[in-house]
């Protein structure tokens, strides 16, 4: 058994976060690596990543392997910013270059108007991953501000903030939602 | 927000992370090595980060802190005396020998050391050292040929002798001569031991019937201090 499953008093729990661990580490490992090109950090991101995952099992989600593939990558991504940001690497990962990502000519070019679920969908691609990341533990697994903050490790504001934000950006290109 | 439009906000969301997983798997990272040993790693900065904390560290210090008092009280009471003796009884008198530790030993803490042998002695137990040393004194003590020398032998030892009986109200007295401590042992009523350092010993033996210590001090005092007669051949 991983040890730092002993933390953890329910043997279901523990099952379960052990079971997590086998099936996806090689995958969220080489996740992480493609984010900080580094085996150390790589490493590193993802243990931090474990760490939270203990401290808020009760938000992973269960059930489904593909959601639960969805919210680890989250995880991770957001885990591997997080390190290069505490790192000073000069990576092209800093929040600044996340939100240029989405420049209007991007979103034109890869936006395909077949039809609506196409054009969400190109859309949300084209979004800085820190507020698609936000919007999906929000719409996708319903979590709230201050459950992001946690299972993100950042700060409740910065989780509000961004969640308003990416709440924003969706709602001016798709009237639709209002969300 | 119409839950047709919530559903397909959601399966967006999902597939795009989900192309976003798949687009990374199928990536070739030729570089990429995963270490060895990353389980220990996580389990090393987990306990860092979970299991040492203040909380836990205040609770460990108390515990080690009630077991030590448990220790030191339970050791404490099942104490054994520090000393080892050898006793020997011949003529009305008891003959101890005390192992060394008691060479240094105060004048008081000559009394406790005695205080449960003669406990012993009214019992009518004899006690055997554990250390080759008294081992050996035992055997001069037992051997019918040296018996007549015993008070000579004696000298040679770290011991004290005492009587079984003791008439006068002090155990001993210290007196000075020449620097030198000396303490006063009754030996019977017509004799006291003198005893030095727990390296000389010997016994006074007096023509006059001892009432009280300032008498046998006085005794003492002239008899060492006599002429001709160092401290050192008195043993």
């Known amino acids: 058994m991983l040890f730092f499953l002993m933390l953890v008093n329910d043997e279901q729990e523990r099952d379960a976060l052990e079971k997590i661990y086998e099936e996806n580490f090689d995958w969220m490992l080489k996740t992480a690596f493609y984010f900080l090109k580094n085996n150390e950090d790589a490493e590193d991101a993802i243990q931090e990543v474990f760490v939270g995952l203990v401290k808020n099992k009760t938000d992973i989600p269960t059930g489904d392997e593909e959601r639960l593939r969805a919210y680890l990558f989250i995880c991770i991504r957001n885990s591997a910013f997080a390190l290069a940001k505490k790192k000073n690497y000069d990576t092209d990962i800093s929040d600044e270059f996340i939100e240029s990502l989405s420049t209007e000519e991007d979103i034109q070019d890869r936006l395909i108007k077949k039809d609506f679920y196409n054009e969400v969908l190109a859309y949300i691609k084209t979004m800085p991953p820190i507020y698609k990341d936000i919007l999906v533990l929000n719409v996708l697994y319903g979590k709230s501000s201050h459950k992001i903050a946690k299972i993100l490790q950042i700060p409740k504001k910065t989780a509000e903030s961004r969640l308003t934000r990416a709440k924003q950006l969706l709602n001016k290109q798709f009237k639709e939602f209002d969300i | ?235």
């Open chain 2, 1 to 235: 927000m119409t839950k047709e439009n919530k559903t397909l906000l959601e399966n967006a969301l999902f597939e795009s992370t989900s192309q976003e997983i798949k687009e990374i798997d199928d990536t070739n990272l030729p570089d990429f090595s995963p270490s060895a040993d990353f389980k220990r790693k996580i389990y090393s900065s987990h306990i860092k980060k979970k299991i040492i904390t203040p909380k836990r560290i205040f609770i460990a210090i108390m515990v080690l802190l009630i077991a030590t008092i448990i220790i030191m009280v339970s050791t404490s009471n099942d104490k054994e005396p520090v000393y080892d003796y050898i006793i020997d009884i011949s003529n009305n008198a008891v003959s101890l020998s005390v192992s060394d530790k008691l060479k240094d030993a105060t004048p008081r803490e000559i009394e406790l050391a005695y205080s449960p042998l003669n406990s012993m002695l009214n019992h009518g137990y004899k006690l055997k050292s554990r250390d080759a040393y008294t081992t050996e004194i035992i055997n001069t003590f037992t051997n019918e040929e040296k018996n007549t020398d015993i008070e000579l032998k004696q000298s040679v030892i770290s011991g004290i002798t005492i009587t079984l009986d003791q008439s006068l109200e002090e155990p001993y007295r210290e007196i000075y001569i020449d620097n030198t401590k000396l303490y006063l042992f009754e030996r019977d009523t017509r004799s006291v031991i003198v005893w030095m350092h727990a390296e000389y010993e010997f016994f006074l033996d007096y023509n006059t019937y001892l009432t009280d210590w300032e008498e046998v001090e006085r005794i003492i005092r002239e008899t060492i201090n006599a002429p001709g007669v160092p401290i050192s051949e008195l043993k």
